[in-house]
């Protein structure tokens, strides 16, 4: 039974800093792609980045230049590093993993999914 465990959700201002963990029960050298997704109240699930074992990193728009996904190998551990946050980053934050390459932002992609984590950006 694969599990992924999110941490480090919570309340910041605008304009403050999160660092997302997403521990992971197994190798993620098993996993071809990590990625992050979120989803606000109301919306539908968002892709926020990815990054693949072979190094690629793929990040939305939104995430573009504010985010940063990194993977370690060695703690089974992947991160989600936030800075510049804004109001409309409020969400819970879930981690997935798969272990074939594929449409990296496409949720139904990913075998595997974490419980989430709620992020709160206050303005």
């Known amino acids: 039974q694969v599990q992924l465990v999110e941490s480090g959700g919570g309340l910041v201002q605008a304009g403050g800093s999160l660092r997302l963990s997403c521990a992971a029960s197994?190798?993620?050298?098993?996993?071809?792609?990590m990625g992050w997704f979120r989803q606000a109240p109301g919306k539908e699930r968002e892709f926020v980045t990815a990054a693949s074992k072979n190094g690629d990193a793929y990040y939305a728009d939104s995430a573009q230049g504010r985010f940063t996904i990194s993977r370690d190998n060695n703690k089974n551990t992947v991160y989600l590093q936030m800075n510049s946050l804004k109001p409309e980053d409020t969400a819970v934050y879930y981690c997935?993993?798969?272990?074939?390459?594929?449409?990296?932002?496409?949720?139904?992609?990913?075998?595997?999914w974490g419980q989430g984590t709620q992020v709160t950006v206050s303005s």
């Open positions: 997935a993993a798969d272990p074939n390459p594929g449409s990296y932002n496409w949720a139904a992609h990913y075998r595997y």
């Open positions: 197994t190798l993620i050298l098993n996993y071809h792609l």
